[in-house]
């Protein structure tokens, strides 16, 4: 009885304490992405009005000035009350394994989230058996975009696999298209290689890559910098100067047959654009990867020692409750992490992402934090610059091996 | 404690007491920090990277001879190899065309006033502005290379920022053998001057270590080899586009400095040369340019240690992770705060240190032995 009371005044406790205090959100999610936060936020305060909600944004794409500020701060012992990152081993590698987050296994159990996740993304989420962080959307990495209207004119499919697309960059070469495949800066490059690499090496063995069975320079990984070889032979020579929209750009003006990027490409092609999914541009698995749904996911964790934690606690529940991504997804332009939302709030692009997240199978993205920490993430950079001046398949697999040994990576 | 003999030298001693204790730690304090965690392993155990409480073994200058002769440290060589050239051609650059400006000016043209206001302009803007313009002008596909269609002319190929052609490459194991040459051929300089000056000794002791060092390089330097197979570095064309942006930047700053030492030298000085026959060409070449020494050598120190700790300039135009465009200062950020290798990163910033020491250090020596003199 005695124990009953007790618990129940700490629920009473906590209750009262959640609805005042001060909650501290931590993101890049600034400029086109800023309104989907803003309506997660908003949901929030109309659930705790007493609370003050703090939208700590630090501006830079894909969190680049972001994570530098972060670390300041966690090491300086002023962590945010919950900070973006993206799910997985940037999470995991970085901060995990030195022992600042939480484990929020028990608020997965407490709200009935563990089979409302796919489990390949929940495969990703957890170290050592426990989950760390709430995803609060999903975008696909591994999609290629084209306008169909154009490959008609051309004559072409999308193509199925990598070799059937070296033969298409030939036949559009023939016709006078100078480089079939648009390119944009580093990054975007390394973007390509993951899906090259997935689509050579299949889904297992891309798994094992990052899980340490398969070692970067056994053949057949080799195999796979040579296929990028040749598909970077098929794509613009201006590529680092160009923004991954300039690269779509080029692609919707016609100078470029294909491009391969995440789906945030679908939001700047229907909302900057005023395309329409299906008509003015058309979308395809990256070749050789369809049935494969390779995802990046942005998360929110909860770092030990936070001031408002009973606030933060509730911020994840709203994050990853139908309500809230349903509310944060259309305007993000990607697709909930759950498998419950509702697909009429979507457009076409993001419902058959939908669809394919419910039914693909799921292995995670390397450049966008899911499978490596950032140590290796972060020199696989170096990894790209000795291939892309030497073109050596060979040194570019030795490298990425060294590095791999260096950053322990799947151990 | 004659230190003190009156109270003016305690209260002086007083006042400016703060400042050195706020110097001792934020300054040599924390370059001692520095130095001690490239030192350690801090960051190879990504557990241990960034823990509260990460535990950091003491691995002496491991990460030193990693950057040097590391297999995956590759970029880290590029970038000395790209700092050296963007500092010798940013140099020559802004002093040729200061020491232009600046004579141009000196004749007095008509408006010199308002040119020299626009000349001076860019040193007012940042380097990050100074680093989005010229992006938005070197734009492979636009900018500066549509320029040749205004007057009918087929469009301009050159990739500014994104080639990745080098020309110069050297292996990084000719490197000791190089670098001893270079050094032996400003000692056997030295030397020259030392004789010339009547400085026997110092004359001998110079030629003498300069022909020490050439025998070194000729047979066991050719020997030292860092790296098991040969690593070619060289100057990237890409650096051009950088390389005009700072010059442009800083030349006007080298203009005003010129500008100013050519006021300062006594029109008698130059009437009596052209009474004594002077050419023009002459009075410059005897006169004037001795004369300006001492200020080209102050502008050396000044864009040199620019150039070498140079970061928003190429983190505006090219981004942080284009390679061809990289230099350490840009690697030791991302090596630190996104590798989470900060030890490597710390041993980045100490090589920095020393390359900053190297061109500052000599100059500091030289001003505070004049000042004693006087």
Known sequence: MQKLWL????????????????????????????????????????????????????????????????????????????????????????????????????????????????????????????????????????????????????????????????????????????????????????????????????????????????????????????????????????????????????????????????????????????????????????????????????????????????????????????????????????????????????????????????????????????????????????????????????????????????????? | MNWFKNKDTLYGFLVILPSLVLLGIFVYGFIFQTFYTSLTDWGRDPAQALSANPQIRFIGFENYRELFTGFVDARFRQDLVNTFFFTVFFILGCLGVGLGLAIVLDRGPRGEGFFRTIFLFPMSLSFIVTGTIWRWMLQPQGGVNQLPTLVGLPKGEFAWLTSREQVWQVSWNDLPFVTALVVSVVLVFIAIAAFRGGERRRGYIASGSAALLLLWALTLGRTLQPLPFDEMHGFNLAFIGIILAAVWQMSGYTMALYLAGLRGIPEELREAARVDGASEWQLYQRIIFPLLAPITLSAMIILGHISLKIFDLIFAMAGADNAPTDVPALLMYLTTFRANQIAKGAAIGMILLLLVAAVIVPYLYSQLKSEVRR
Request: contains cysteine; proline residues 5%; charged residues 20%.
């Open chain 1, 7 to 411: 618990s129940l005044m700490l629920m009473l406790g906590s209750l009262a304490m959640a609805q005042t205090g001060k909650l501290e959100i931590f993101s890049w999610w600034a400029g086109d992405e800023g309104p989907a936060l803003q309506a997660l936020i908003d949901l929030y305060k109309k659930r705790y009005p007493g609370v003050e909600v703090i939208n700590a944004t630090v501006t830079g794409g894909s969190g680049v000035n972001a994570r530098a500020v972060l670390k300041t701060r966690m090491l300086g012992g002023d962590p945010p009350d919950s900070f973006q990152v993206h799910a997985g081993q940037e999470l995991i590698g970085t901060w995990v394994v030195a022992d600042r987050m939480e484990d929020l296994t028990p608020l997965f159990n407490q709200e009935g989230w563990m089979n409302r996740f796919p489990k390949g993304l929940l495969d990703l989420l957890s170290y050592k058996g426990k989950i760390y962080s709430v995803p609060v959307n999903i975008h696909r990495s591994n999609v290629m975009w084209y306008v169909p209207a154009k490959l008609r004119e051309w004559g072409v499919q999308p193509p199925k696999t990598w070799a059937e697309f070296l033969t298409v960059c030939q036949t559009l070469k023939g016709k006078g298209l100078e480089a079939p495949l648009a390119l944009g800066e580093n990054w975007t490059q390394q973007h390509l290689w993951e899906s090259v690499a997935l689509g050579v090496l299949g889904a297992a063995d891309y798994t094992n890559l990052w899980n340490g069975k398969l070692r970067f320079n056994d053949p057949k990984a080799v195999a796979v910098w040579n296929t990028f070889g040749r598909v970077l032979d098929c794509a613009n020579k201006d590529a680092s100067g160009l923004s991954w929209q300039q690269a779509v750009d080029r692609v919707l003006e016609g100078q470029a047959a294909f491009n391969i990027m995440g789906d945030w490409a679908a939001g700047y092609m229907t909302t900057t654009k005023g395309l329409k999914p299906g008509e003015g541009f058309g979308w395809a698995p990256a070749p050789g990867t369809a049935g494969v749904f390779m995802m990046l996911s942005d998360s929110f964790g909860l770092p030990k020692g936070v001031k408002n934690r009973a606030n933060v606690l509730n911020w994840l529940r709203l994050v990853g409750s139908k309500e809230g991504q349903d509310a944060f997804n259309p305007l993000k332009g990607s697709i909930a992490a759950r498998t419950d939302s509702d697909p009429s709030k979507y457009n076409a692009y993001l419902q058959s992402a939908m669809r394919d997240w419910r039914s693909n199978r799921i292995v995670g993205s390397l450049v966008h934090g899911a499978v490596a920490p950032e140590s290796f993430m972060s020199q696989f950079g170096t990894v790209m610059e000795i291939y892309l001046s030497g073109r050596n398949a060979q040194a570019a697999a030795n490298a990425a091996q060294a590095i791999a040994n260096q950053v322990r990576l799947g151990q």
